[in-house]
């Protein structure tokens, strides 16, 4: 008896509601995943900024010491624990660079990358891998180092020889300064030949040693000099006062005490306002206190830069005037961080592209736009010789090909140009010395033949 009640069919509306707990369930789970997604990511990204950071900081502390052989060091240490080479391409200057690929090739006892990418000598590329594999006799690794004081100076110093092993030596000179230097012995000075760079060898152990005496042994030329830079050692404006002829010079030995004992105070006392200004931004770079940029005169933007550089902050590359566009590529380039590309102005393109190279990843070319991001495509392409990349290259596409078919010595890759293949297979004939490729050079068929046959 259902007493007038209409049976209800509760199939579909228990359906209708599993369906709705599943869909709810589903974007719910999709919600969790692209936000875990999210999270890991922008973690990732946090994680791959700090390490950069840290690298740069690493980077900056080695470009930042003044003595070649710390300097040496500091960028060994930094490769012996295992970082790759090709760190140093974060630098923008090649001299900065090439310092540190010299430290790189040492750490990794790498003669060939010392030759391609340092500026020193092959001779000196040949004496400072032969220390640090302990080949040859000490003799034969001093005689490379040429008339390179530095190389005599690390080797000395890494191996402790005694330095009666310049005797004979051709260039003897050189080899008793890197000795004199090492040792900090003034006697090894007593045995350079070479006038000036015997006094130059007391000099520089008067400051090493902050001692004043040695500069007795120099001329009047290399006195004032001499005294100036030990009072700057021994931070002690006393020994300014012993700099009689050159006012300017004097001053000059005041500022450097000011600045080594980063004492601001005493450069108020600066007649020469130039060097006031100076005073003030190289204690604004050693305290790291960009307050006393303000009071750097003309060395205002360049204390903003330089201390936007030591510390990685990129902001302080708003305050460096003329010299921000360059500030926040350099920053970008040492934190291997494009995003930071966008406000370095009219280096913007030459970021991109850099820091493309550097990371192998292309893809960073799409943040330009037209001609820049062809370049940029070109660059990378050649760069990772990967002529897949010359289809992106747009108008740089036939550059592309032919220097890939060239960097490749690959005459197939002529055949990707609509234009000018004839060129293209007499280049890659010639770096080939293959005559038989001249057959395929067109109108440079003969000039191919030609070359070939000299």
């Known amino acids: 008896m259902n007493y007038g009640i209409k049976h209800i069919n509760l199939k579909p509306i228990i359906v209708f509601i599993i369906l709705v707990v599943i869909t709810i369930g589903t974007c719910l789970a999709y919600w969790y995943f692209v936000a875990t997604k999210e999270k890991i990511e922008i973690s990732e990204m946090k994680l791959t900024q700090e390490k950069g950071s840290e690298i740069a900081k690493l980077l900056i502390k080695c470009e930042q010491t003044e003595d070649f052989l710390d300097k040496t060091e500091c960028f060994i240490d930094i490769f012996k624990k295992g970082k790759n080479e090709e760190l140093c391409e974060r630098f923008y200057y090649d001299s900065d660079k090439e310092d540190c690929y010299l430290g790189a090739s040492i750490a990794k006892r790498d003669e060939e990358l010392c030759k391609e990418k340092s500026r020193v000598s092959d001779s000196v590329c040949k004496a400072l891998i032969m220390a640090e594999k302990g080949e040859g006799t000490p003799k034969e690794q001093l005689i490379n180092c040429k008339d390179n004081s530095g190389c005599y100076s690390y080797i000395f110093k890494e191996k402790q020889y005694d330095a009666t092993l310049c005797e004979g030596i051709e260039q003897s000179d050189s080899c008793y300064y890197g000795a004199a230097m090492t040792k900090k012995d003034p006697v090894l000075c007593k045995n350079i030949k070479d006038k000036t760079k015997r006094e130059d060898c007391y000099i520089h152990l008067a400051i090493i040693r902050k001692d004043e005496t040695f500069c007795e ?9 001499c005294y ?11 020994l300014c006062e012993r700099i009689i002829k050159n006012e300017r010079r004097k001053e000059m030995c005041y500022v450097g005490v000011a600045v080594a004992k980063r004492n601001e105070s005493l450069c108020e006392s600066s007649k020469i306002g130039s060097f006031k200004g100076d005073c003030y931004a190289e204690i604004a770079v050693a305290k790291k206190n960009e307050k006393l940029c303000e009071k750097g005169g003309y060395r205002k933007n360049k204390c903003y830069w330089d201390l936007a550089l030591i510390k990685l902050e990129p902001t302080l590359c708003e305050r460096a005037g003329d010299l921000k566009d360059i500030c926040y590529f350099q920053i970008a380039k040492l934190k291997a961080d494009e995003r930071l590309c966008e406000e370095a102005g009219d280096k913007r393109r030459a970021c991109y592209v850099d820091i493309a190279i550097y990371k192998k990843n292309p893809m960073i070319c799409e943040k330009l736009k037209g001609g820049e991001k062809n370049e940029c495509y070109y660059a990378v392409a050649v760069s990772l010789k990967d002529e897949n990349l010359c289809e992106k290259a ?16 690959d005459e197939t890759l002529c055949e990707k140009l609509k234009h000018d293949k004839d060129f293209c297979y007499y280049l890659v004939a010639s770096l080939k010395k293959d005559k038989q490729l001249c057959e395929r ?14």
């Open 217 to 225: 042994e120099v001329s009047m030329i290399g006195l004032d000099i």
């Open 228 to 238: 100036m830079e030990v009072a700057k050692a021994k931070k002690d404006t006393t």
């Open 394 to 409: 747009g108008k740089e596409k036939h550059r592309c090909y032919t220097d890939m078919a060239m960097a490749k010595k």
């Open 441 to 454: 050079a067109g109108k440079f068929k003969e000039k191919c033949y030609e070359v070939l046959s000299k």
